[in-house]
Nanobody, 114 residues
Framework: VQLQASGGGLVQPGGSLRLSCAASGFIFSLYHMGWYRQAPGKQREAVAGITGYGNTNYGDSVKGRFTISRDNAKNTVNLEMNSLNPEDTAVYFC?????????WGKGTQVTVSS
């Protein structure tokens, strides 16, 4: 299983970013995918998840601002982040939940600052 996240960067408060995670090594369409984040000195936080059928769930802090989606033909899961604020600054990790095991990719840094 390989997961490669991309799309992080520096953005001003109120701005937007789109993260992508390219997956390989498993039958992508079958499994739950999602994003977590971890800020310095804080616990890891669930951001969003999406089932193989496309059902989604979101952490309370991002509801209404973030949108998770997947493209089963391209084996990618995306996270559209809008109305970003400094509290969204963190390393964002893509994960795949495959038969009871969570697989993680390397994170991508998102920094929200003026």
């Amino acid at each position: 299983v390989q997961l490669q996240a991309s799309g992080g960067g520096l953005v001003q408060p109120g701005g937007s970013l789109r993260l992508s995670c390219a997956a390989s090594g498993f039958i992508f369409s079958l499994y739950h995918m999602g994003w977590y984040r971890q800020a310095p000195g804080k616990q890891r936080e669930a951001v969003a998840g999406i089932t193989g059928y496309g059902n989604t769930n979101y952490g309370d802090s991002v509801k209404g601002r973030f949108t998770i989606s997947r493209d089963n033909a391209k084996n990618t899961v995306n996270l559209e982040m809008n109305s970003l604020n400094p509290e969204d600054t963190a390393v964002y990790f893509c994960y795949a939940h495959i038969t009871g095991i969570d697989y993680w990719g390397k994170g991508t840094q998102v920094t929200v600052s003026s």
